[in-house]
Every structure is written in C-alpha cells, then in structure tokens.
C-alpha cells in the first residue's frame, strides 16, 4: 500500500501486523457489494422513473453507497415499452453524473417481459409476450448497450433462439419466473444462460424426483444461483443446505423494490399497492414482491445462517462479478483501489456476528 492508501499488492499478513495504520487481526478486506438486482428504492421504482427523478435517483445512489453497494443492476420488472425506454433514458442520464462516493449504475437488469404465466409473480401479466425477435428489437434496438442482465423462461417457444441472439450482444441471460424442468433447464444451460434469477422463488422447487431449475444448477456446477436472504423468500435451512453445496455458486441479491429505506407501511408500486414489514414486501393479495434488506444485511444473514463469512462475503462482493466478468481475477477487484473504495469485514466471535464498515 503506498501513502495515499492505495493497494499495491496481496499477501497474507502476519498475526498482528498492520494495515492503514493498525492490526487487521484476522479480520477481511473485500471490494464493496454489487446488486444485480435492484428494482429501486426511496420510493422510486426503476419502471416508473422520469427526468424528474433524477434527485431522488441520485439520494438513492448515495444512500446506496453508504449501504457498502459500489455498483447495481437497475432492474425493470415486466411494464410496457414506453414505460421501460423512458426509465432507461433517465438511468442513462443519470450515469453522466456519477462520482467516486457514489454506487454506480451498470447496464439493466430486464426481468421480463418473456415470462410464464404461470410463475409470473408480482409480474403484471397484462405487459407478458411471446419470446420472438420483434418483440426483443422493440425492448432493447438499438440500446443494447445498456442492457446487462436479461431475465426470461427459457421453456417458451422462441426463448432459445433468443438466448443465442442476447449472448452474441454480450448481455448475460438468466433463467426465471420459469415452469422449466431439469431437462430444459440443461438445455437452456447449453445454449447460454449462465444464472437463476431469485432461486426458489418463481419456479420448481428442488424435489428427489423432479431436480428442476435449482438441480440442473447445481448439476452444472458453473450457473450462478441468486439469492434473496432476508429468511422469507427462502427458509435459512434450505440457504445453509444450499451453500453447503456450492457455495461458489450462491450470488446475493437484494430485490429490493421502492421502500427500500423507508420505514415499513403500505406504498405505491406499479399502479398497485405493497406492504412493507421487516425486510419484505408483499402485494395486497400475498404474493411476495421483492425485499428491503440490504445487500450487506443479506450477506451478514448468510455469514449467520451459515457460520461461514468468507463465503458470505465472496457471495455478496465477488460473485456477482464474476457474472459480469468472468475472466477478472480476484486481484483485479482490489489492487490499484484505494482502502476507501474497499470494505474491511470483522466476525464477533461471541456473538456469531459479521460486521463490516469501509477499509479506511
């Protein structure tokens, strides 16, 4: 590390040893957490946004940073055209005003609108369409670039085709709010799709006769699996059991919705209303719709449940990276960053509690 703090090199430390100035004393240093799947927050719903957003969306980036997120997928749940390409021209005016203390905003997260009907969720099923070619150029000609992340079911006609053509535009495709079975989910796994969308949640379940989605994942051995950990969408005994099994698969995601940071109640949300309770959000007819627990919040839910906060960590900093990129190396994510820009994590032992606060 030189004298502005910046990281020039990675080896173990000694027991005691210093660094920015104190012993580390076993504790961990990370990259910030990245989202690659967050639908908004403070209110704003990413599908709902206009240029007259632009404030809150910049108070939700800075909120965001604070919360140890340096970067998210801004996720658009199934809406309509001119709804999604308004929200993206706000999100691409708003990436011209980033800054250092600021979570940046990646390319999209589109969760829809090539779904099943019958795992659609919180999805409005009046914006759903068939995966075909005219409909894919009518989301995202000619803004290919902001897309990163597409979320569909691979089981529809027409989904496998698309599959191919989204991999050739480097946008990585997820498999959900899918009927799909182990078998079609290989097939998907084959032509591309490389990550389940909310694991559990929107598609078969994992079961001894049927391995669905989740198996084929776990088959594979190289799918990410994402995962909300606020202990509703999925039970904390099937997350353990999970990361027992792989663990380098598991990417955290917070789906976190509007009242992400406000105070529990009842709100607005696609033209229907949400009622937030302890970190989970649920339309008014019970179907859950997202999360408010943040990222880190979820990471430390992990290290918990687990009792394993390396991989909590890995989950929630470095995993999700890799889907991004997976050529970077592990040093790639910290050398040349300055310990501001970096997070230092500390286990209670006493309590089996993982904290983290930034590096420096």
Known sequence: MDDEDILLAINPME?????????????????????????????????ELTFDDLPKLFELLDRLWLDGVEAICPTFVTCDLASLHLGLSVLREARKNSSKQRCKLLGAHLEGPFLSENRKGAHNSKYLRSPTFSALDDLIGGIEDDIDLF????????????????????????????????????????????????????????????????????????????LIADGVHVHPH?????QRLAARQLVLVSDAISPYGLNDGRYKWDKRTVLSENGSCWLEDGTLAGSTVPLLDACKNLSRW???????????TIAPRLVLDREQKFDNYLL?????????????????????????
Do not use: Y
């Open 15 to 47: 027991h005691g040893s210093a660094l920015a100035g104190e012993s580390w004393q076993g504790d961990w240093l990370s990259p910030m957490g990245l989202d690659l799947q967050m639908n908004g927050g403070l209110g704003l719903a990413f599908p």
């Open 151 to 226: 979320t569909l079911a691979p089981e529809l006609n027409g989904s496998l085709d698309l599959i191919k053509r989204l991999n050739s535009l480097n946008v990585v495709v997820c498999l959900g709010h899918s009927s799909a079975n182990d078998k079609e989910s290989k097939l998907a796994f084959a032509d591309g799709v490389r990550m389940l969308t909310h694991a559990f949640n929107a598609m078969p379940g994992l079961q001894h006769r049927s391995p669905g989605p989740i198996g084929a994942a776990l088959h594979d051995g190289d799918i990410a699996i994402g």
């Open 238 to 242: 099937i997350v353990s059991f999970l």
């Open 306 to 316: 687990t009792r394993n906060p390396t991989s909590a960590i890995w989950s929630a």
């Open 336 to 360: 040349g960053r300055p310990l501001n820009e970096l997070l230092r994590w500390t286990m209670n032992t006493q309590h089996d509690e993982l904290s983290w606060h930034q590096a420096a």
